[in-house]
């Protein structure tokens, strides 16, 4: 897999998504959602390699989907106890 600095400094969806290991879908969510930064010129979408550096960085910070799995654990746990 190519490195970060091997990518040029605005990347398509499609390259950021295969940088992050995520689907192309999931990158424009983030785009469109402001999750993550982006530029667009008419149809096109461009996201800065400065802007796939900071959601690295807030993934590993923030452990992304570890919140959502103990929302579930604890619901799951909830339910039975009501039976």
């Not at 600095?5 to 424009?28: C, G, H, I, N």
Request: charged residues 35%; without cysteine; hydrophobic residues 35%.
């Amino acid at each position: 897999m190519p490195e970060i600095a091997d990518y040029p400094p605005f990347l398509t969806p499609k390259q950021t998504a295969e940088l992050l290991q995520v689907s192309e879908y999931q990158v424009r969510e983030w785009a469109r959602t402001r999750q993550i930064d982006s530029m667009k010129a008419g149809r096109l979408v461009r996201i800065p390699k400065a802007a796939i550096l900071a959601r690295i960085q807030t993934a590993v910070e923030e452990e992304p989907g570890m919140k959502e799995l103990e929302r579930h654990l604890r619901q799951t746990k909830r339910k039975k106890a009501a039976r």
